[in-house]
C-alpha cells in the first residue's frame, strides 16, 4: 500500500477517499447475500458457546462503533450493554463465562480498553477483540480476534477504521444472533449484505459528488456546531461531533435529537447550525427535532437521501444514496467527515495532527 499522501494535501483527505478500497477488503469473502450467510472464518464458533449477553468496550471514536455495534446486537435479541473503557471496571457489575467481552480499538493499543480487557478476563468473561492490528496487545492478549483490514491509518482523527469497525460489528452482531438460541439474525440480513457489497461504489459516489467543501466555506465563524441522530443515527451525530472537534477546534457536541428539549436547546441560536441525521429508520422524528432547533434561529444542515424526510425542512442538505437505512447511516458519517475535514482546511487547523491529541493513547 502507498503510504505518501500521493495527490492528496492530508493523510485524512486519503484516508476519506481510501473507504471504498479499505471497506471492500474488510468484507472480502466475508458475506454471501445469497444465502443470506455472515463468514468470519477466523473466529472459532466454541467461543460463543453458552454465551448470554455482551459487553462492548471502547474508547473515542471506536466507542461510537461500539455504540453501533450494540445497537445491531439488540436488535437481534441480543442482551449487549456498551461501556466507556475507562469506566468498566467500575460500571460492569458482575460478569460470568456467559458474558462475551468485545473490546473495539484500531490500534489495540489504547491503555483504557487493555485494562477493560483485562478485568473482563479476571472476571472469567470471553473475549473476542475487534482491531486493526494484528499483533497487537489487545489481538494477543483476547480469547479471538476479529480485524478489521483497513490498513494503516496515519490521521490521528479516526475516518477509514471506523467505517470499517462498524461493518465488522455489523457482521460479528449476525454472526452472534446466529449461533445464540434466543436470538435471530436479522430478516432482512440478504437485503443488508447485498446493500454492504455496494458500499464501496457508494462510497465512491458520495466522495466525488459531496458539497461539503462549499458548505463548509460559509460554516466558519459560528459559536458552536450541533449534531443530533436518533437510533442508528445517534452514533453518527456523535462521531461527527466528535471528528469535528478534534480537527477545527470548534466547539461541537452531539445529542440523541430527542433530548435536545432536555438542555441542549438553551444553548441554540442563529450561530449554532444543526446537523440532522436524517437517514435509516428514525429519520423523521429527527426532523422534527430538527425544526424544534429551526425554530429558534438555528440553521438546519440536513444529511440522508435526495426524497428524504428532511429535504424541504433543511437550509443545506448532503445526500446519500438511497441504500439500505443501516448503511445509510455509514454514507452519512462519510459526508460528515468531508465536513469536518474542509472546515479544519479553511481554519488552517493541523488535521493530521491536531493539538494535544495522540494516535494511540498508552496512559490510562
Ligand atoms: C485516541 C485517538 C482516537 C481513537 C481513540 C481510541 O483518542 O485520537 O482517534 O478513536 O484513541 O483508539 P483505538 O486505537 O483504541 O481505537
Redesign the pocket.
Known sequence: EDVGKGAFDHYMLKEIHNQSTSLSKTIRGRVDPDEGKVALDELDPEILDGVENVHLV??????HAALFGARMLTDAGVRARVFR?SEYAKMAGPTSDGTLVI????????A??LSALRTATERDASTVTV??VVGST?AREADESVFIRAGPEIG???TK??TS?VVTLILLSQKIAAELPDASPREDLSELLAALEQIPNHIDHVVETSRAEELASRLLEYDAYFFIGRGMSRPVALEGA?KFK?ITYEHAEGFASGQLKHGPLALVTSQTPVFGLFTGEDAEKTVTNAKEAQTRGAEIIGVGPADGPGVAESDAYLEVPDTHPVCQNLLANIQLQLVSYHTAKQLDRAIDKPRN?????TVQ
Open positions: 471502547a474508547c473515542g471514536t471506536s466507542y473503557a473490546p473495539v480499538t484500531q490500534s489495540g493499543e489504547t483504557d480498553t482491531t486493526n489487545a490521528v482523527a479516526a477504521t471506523f469497525q466528535l478534534e491529541l495522540a494516535k494511540s493513547v
